[in-house]
């Protein structure tokens, strides 16, 4: 089995790599680093079956339309909320399968209205996207965005998971690349710790973000699965 945990250090954005039995998936794959990963992909022995989407990215443009260029069966699988044209659409609890692997989708929106998280229960791992960062979670204050259905998302959907299974999130800002469930039930400072949906929907209005730079070119890109047109 392989894994790797790919990094855009323009974004912040991981990619995840997963291979087994010589196919290969990409989650949240980065268009600017498609080159980089079809290559690792190739060097590794690996056919590409897959680029998989958490959601709608709002700061930069999915890999998969160029991924496609390398590997033409490539098939692009996502949430059937947030299917926009993808060509595999899972239901809430659906399970996609390569190799080796299962990933059941889970619907974990709040984020975005289709954001999924992908579990892989045999291997102890799930990819959260940007529903629950490191000690942190993805802003609610647009692509319908909600912060008391992401709090219900993520501890019943999440959190609920074994406590030792490794997390891995859609970004890091401060160089950690994965937690637990256990360490997040804990210690996120908006979710964990015993916080309350009160107490997290007050923490989220009171954020004052900033729009992501490319928002209004990325977001309609993602809706035709990456393509320039
Ligand atoms: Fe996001």
């Not at 926009?84 to 929106?109: H, K, M, Q, S």
């Not at 970004?171 to 256990?182: E, L």
Request: charged share 20%.
């Amino acid at each position: 089995m392989t894994f790797r945990q790919l990094f855009c250090r323009e974004t912040c954005t991981y990619t995840y790599l997963l291979g087994d039995a010589g196919q290969a998936v990409l989650i949240d794959s980065v268009d600017t680093h498609a080159d980089r990963d079809a290559g690792l992909v190739r060097d590794l022995g690996l056919d590409l079956v897959a680029a998989i989407e958490t959601h709608v990215h709002a700061d930069h443009i999915t890999g998969a339309w160029r991924l496609r260029g390398h590997f033409p069966n490539l098939k692009t699988v996502a949430l059937r909320r947030c299917c926009n044209g993808a060509d595999v659409c899972l239901d809430d609890r659906g399970v996609y399968r390569f190799g080796g692997i299962a990933l059941e989708a889970r619907a974990t929106p709040g984020h975005t209205s289709g954001c999924c998280s992908w579990v892989d229960h045999a291997n102890g791992r799930a990819f959260t996207g940007d529903a629950l960062l490191i000690r942190g979670c993805g802003r609610t204050d647009f692509q319908d965005g909600d912060a008391a259905l992401l709090y219900e998302s993520v501890w019943q959907n999440i959190l609920s998971l074994p406590e030792s299974t490794l997390l891995y999130p859609g970004h890091d800002y401060h160089g950690r690349t994965v937690t637990t469930v256990a360490e997040e039930r804990a210690h996120n400072p908006r979710l964990g710790g015993g916080r309350d949906v009160a107490t997290f929907t007050r923490i989220m209005s009171e954020l004052r973000l900033d729009p992501p730079a490319r928002i209004a070119v990325a977001v309609p890109a993602n809706l035709r699965g990456g393509s320039p047109t």
